[in-house]
């Protein structure tokens, strides 16, 4: 397996050492190849995104198994964003671990919870659109 791992810090003040360090140490215990996509002082709100960008166009070409990263906030701060990330993701059949919400869709519980966030996702959408109306 092939990991792509994301890390990201909002400002330049801070360091994204501890993240990286974090994911390296879990995909070598999984004995996984891993590549790594960085930004640094970059907005999490922001769509585009250097290191994301970069991650995002190796799964496009299918050059990893699985997306790797600490917190979902730290690969997408919209519902929106992330739920749309990881439907382009699953339909590349490329998984998504998120260490500290115990999030793994290579397991069926992981699958299930990430597609819980994609129903509320759906629902503030709903809302959104009720509420312009």
């Known amino acids: ?4 791992i994301y890390a990201r810090v909002s400002t330049s003040d801070e360091d994204p050492t501890a993240q990286v360090e974090q994911l390296r140490t879990y ?6 190849e891993l590549h790594e996509y960085v930004d640094h002082g970059v ?8 290191g994301l960008d ?7 070409r299918r050059q990893i198994d699985v997306i790797v990263c600490t917190k979902l906030d730290r690969l997408a701060r919209s519902l929106a964003h992330l739920v749309a990330l990881g439907g382009e993701f699953k339909a590349l059949g490329i998984d998504l671990v998120v260490l500290d919400q115990a999030i793994d869709t290579t397991t069926a519980a992981g699958r299930a919870m990430f ?9 503030e959408q709903d ?5 312009r109306e």
């Open 43 to 50: 907005s999490g709100a922001k769509e585009c995104r250097r």
């Open 127 to 131: 809302l959104i659109r009720r509420r």
């Open 27 to 32: 995909c070598r215990a999984r004995g996984w």
């Open 54 to 60: 970069a991650l995002v166009q190796v799964a496009r």
């Open 115 to 123: 597609g819980m966030l994609a129903v509320f996702a759906e629902f």
């Open 1 to 4: 397996m092939t990991a792509g």
